[in-house]
């Protein structure tokens, strides 16, 4: 303990402000990151209501996509189920129009 206090008073106050100001820096730039996420994720704004904390809103964050990629998921195989519905009734339509058609001749 002793050795490591030696050489932080052996450092110049320049570096260790120049640590300070690259850290408060990445610190802002992570609150910004976070504040500009809080806006697009969907839950109560207002005067009234407290601001998510970090980790709340990480969370979620990740469960909306969660959510949205489960959405996504439904979505996809509905629209697989009606194309092939759709497929089949053209089929239908198309082997009654054949045999309409043979019964004409």
Do not use: F, W
């Amino acid at each position: 303990m002793e050795k490591m206090s030696n050489r932080m008073g052996l450092t110049e106050p320049g570096v260790r402000l120049s640590i300070n100001l690259r850290e408060r820096c990445r610190m802002h730039d992570l609150n910004e990151a976070l504040d500009d996420l809080r806006a697009v994720i969907p839950y109560a704004h207002g005067g009234s209501v407290r601001k998510l904390s970090k980790i709340a809103t990480l969370l979620l964050a990740k469960n909306h996509i969660i959510m949205q990629a489960k959405a996504i998921d439904e979505l996809t195989a509905l629209v697989s189920q009606m194309k092939k519905k759709n497929l089949e009734s053209s089929e239908d339509v198309a082997a009654e129009q054949e045999k309409s058609s043979k019964s004409d001749i």
